[in-house]
């Protein structure tokens, strides 16, 4: 399984980006239902799960709750995140990660940057 990560970029506060994390090398019913994550990792700090998809089910970090969205289009294989409100500390490399039958794969990073 293979992880393309892309959509990240340099936006001003307040601003708006969708993430996208394209996996290929999965079938349809393995993609369905492993457990969808997005992660940051911002400099000088540890990685930290941001979002995660599992079985319909959603969660977020506090930090980014009511504020970012995870979701996925199976048909795709695709994850996405949608980020609004964007703020300055969301900066970070964010990591797409699938973790399931096809084990524990993580996308390359894409780096946010927010401006204030």
């Known amino acids: 399984v293979q992880l393309q990560a892309s959509g990240g970029g340099l936006v001003q506060a307040g601003g708006s980006l969708r993430l996208s994390c394209k996996a290929s090398?999965?079938?349809?019913?393995?993609?369905?239902?492993?457990?969808l994550s997005w992660y940051r990792q911002a400099p000088g700090n540890e990685r930290e799960v941001v979002a995660t998809l599992n079985s319909g089910d959603t969660n977020y970090a506090d930090s980014v709750k009511g504020r970012f969205t995870i979701s996925k289009d199976n048909a795709k294989r695709t994850v996405y995140l949608q980020m609004n409100s964007l703020e300055a500390e969301d900066t970070a490399v964010y990591y797409c990660?699938?973790?399931?039958?096809?084990?524990?794969?993580w996308g390359q990073g894409t780096q946010v940057t927010v401006s204030s």
């Open positions: 990660n699938i973790r399931g039958q096809s084990g524990n794969c």
């Open positions: 090398g999965i079938i349809l019913s393995v993609f369905w239902s492993s457990n």
